[in-house]
């Protein structure tokens, strides 16, 4: 792994970089300029059902396994022209969010009958491409899919497009490490330990190169720790600290049902934990111990995953309203030595972005922006706000974007909270769905 951490400019208790108006093309007069965030976790696919799984099924009985069909019907249905398609809109949407840099855990690989395309990177290109256009760093995450569950059941019926064998998995991050550029790179994620056998995980993890990062799904559910610990013989995140070299590579995702050695085990690591509070809540997946992973130490990230939200705000909100449900106390990420829960929260996904992303988001370059957010000072939500209250005002008042403008790597691609080429990508989004919901 690169060692060389990116300087960042922007420090969390210490006030604001000035920003000169000269090299950020005419920012309003006193505004606040934020690092970019990193959404560790995202489904771009998953954007196009947004709202369309909250309707009762036949039984009292919907689940997350029940979604998970849902879905699988949904995903059935996607080619890389639709998923292009989507993909513009769900990045040109993060951006004007505040996110910069997406890391996109990607398993759409084949034709739905689950014969590779011509080009059998074809669906990867196509997220490539949509990354492009609207300016976002990428991240890529090529999903290894092997089995159906714990016990190497074959994959399911609707599941056969995602899969692959080592072979063609490793020659799929081959080809695509050749599209790698300043805003894109490849790393590696793992489905889950469900559908990833141990003798498949220890052969991709050897061939990766040195600095690969290495996402994986790891323990949403109560129903798969229980399923690993009957299987496997130990919980999921137990199970992997025991049986792959965690460290600063990783990231996992869902870490939601941890023991108290498991927290100590991957704060420990250096590991980043990946938390999606809005998908983890709409799914019915439990709460994250945020307070106790905190007091360990741990690294942790967040991610809008199945982008029923596309917000930061929304996410580092209900991060910490979780818990302060969970708990009826209030303020449960802040410390005494931050005392700002905004400012808490923030720091904690700006000093994850690197780590998990290998990608040099949330730095404010010395004089100007790099990958960075500004917020629109004439909104009443922020009306004086001073340099301790801004972020919390950010996070925690009302419902209107106060995204003003967004830089990624220098480059201004979002200005009065709409992202430039907007338009023209909700006008193809609006075809992608027409022709996605008449399938
Ligand atoms: C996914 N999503 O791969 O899209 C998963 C569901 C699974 C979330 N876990 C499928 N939120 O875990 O098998
Ligand atoms: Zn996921």
Redesign the pocket.
Known sequence: MQTTTPARVWQPAAGWQPVSNGSTGGLQAGARVLPGVANLHS?AF?RAMAGMAERRGDSDRDSFWTW?ET?YRFAGRFDPDTLHAVAAQLYAEMLEAGYTTVCEFH?LHHAPDGRSYDDPAAMSRALVQAARETGIRLTLLPVMYMAGGFDRRPLGERQRRFGHDVDGYLRLLDALRAEEGKTMRVGCAL??L??VPPDAMSTVLAALPGDSRIHI?IA?QTGEVDECLAIRGARPVRWLLDNARVDARWTLV?ATHLDDAEIAGVARSGATVAI?PT?EAN?GDGLFPLRDYLDAGGAWGIGS??HISVSPVEELRWLEYGQRLATRRRNIAASAAVRSVGETLLAGVVDSAWTSSGQATGTIAAGGPGDAFSLAVDSPLLAGAGDGDVIDRWVFSGNRPLVDRVWVDGQCVVEGGRHRRGAEIAGRYGKAMSALLAG
């Open positions: 489904h998953q998970r879905m398993y489905h889950s469900r559908a799904h949403e869902h999606c998908t799914l995953d199945s």
